[in-house]
């Protein structure tokens, strides 16, 4: 069975410091792995994918993700945090091949402090 | 593009009242999806539709029925509503095939059950 880990359901970070938001997965098969980032009030929108390609995934808004097998990890990083990127974060994890459900963390609520 | 449509945004009810959440999506995917969303649990999927004529139980079924009405339509239906139904309820679509699962979510329906 897949499954997701977010470690640190509340992150704070200054504007202008790096943001490094941690996942970690579980998969029986080769998976697809995903950043989704929720504003207040409104449904999820996918921030990047991973899939199998290549390891180092770039997003919208600076954001990217690198998938590290050895490590199970798919940690979502930003150089530069902007006010604007205050908002929950999902990782989420779907096993490639054929129909499979996707299945989400707990979420990141992050926190920019000017 | 509309995209994912639900109904109603909000919604009060009193305990053991029925009421039923409509989705609708213009997109022409196969798949569509009911989650809730409570704090520090991150999504859960009540029901899933991976075509339409099939519907499949998720995580949190307990409590709720679906219709997939036709391709475009998906419904969630409370028969008697518990407190502990009281949750933001979303529904997304995606289309299997397309390599990577992505999800498309609506903007979310917020129930209170008192």
């Known amino acids: 069975a897949q499954s997701v880990t977010q470690l640190g359901s509340h992150v704070s970070v200054s504007e202008g410091a790096l943001v490094l938001l941690r996942c970690n997965y579980s998969?029986?098969?080769?998976?697809?792995l995903f950043w989704y980032v929720q504003y207040p009030n409104q449904g999820l929108q996918l921030l990047l994918k991973?899939?199998?390609?290549?390891?180092l995934v770039k997003g919208i808004n600076g954001f990217e993700a690198e998938f590290k097998k050895s490590e199970t990890s798919f940690h979502l990083t930003k150089p530069s945090a902007h006010m604007s990127d205050a908002a929950e974060y999902f990782c989420?994890?779907?096993?490639?091949?054929?129909?499979?459900?996707?299945?989400f963390g707990i979420g990141t609520k992050l926190q920019v402090i000017p | 593009n509309a995209g994912v449509t639900q109904t109603p945004k909000f919604q009060v009810l009193k305990t053991g009242q029925s009421m039923t959440l409509q989705c609708a999506q213009d997109?022409?995917?196969?798949?569509m999806y009911w989650y809730r969303q409570d704090p520090g649990m991150g999504l859960r999927l009540i029901y899933y539709?991976?075509?339409?004529?099939?519907?499949d139980k998720g995580e949190v079924p307990n409590g709720y029925n679906v219709s997939r009405l036709n391709k475009r339509e998906f419904s969630l239906r409370l028969e008697s509503a518990a407190p502990s139904q009281t949750s933001v309820y979303f529904c997304?679509?995606?289309?299997?095939?397309?390599?990577?699962?992505?999800?498309?979510f609506g903007a979310g329906s917020r129930l209170t059950v008192l």
């Open positions: 989420a994890v779907s096993e490639s091949g054929g129909y499979q459900k996707v299945t």
């Open positions: 998969s029986s098969v080769p998976p697809y």
């Open positions: 991973y899939t199998s390609a290549a390891t």
């Open positions: 997109m022409n995917h196969n798949s």
């Open positions: 539709s991976a075509s339409e004529g099939t519907t």
């Open positions: 997304a679509s995606n289309t299997q095939g397309d390599g990577a699962n992505v999800l498309t």
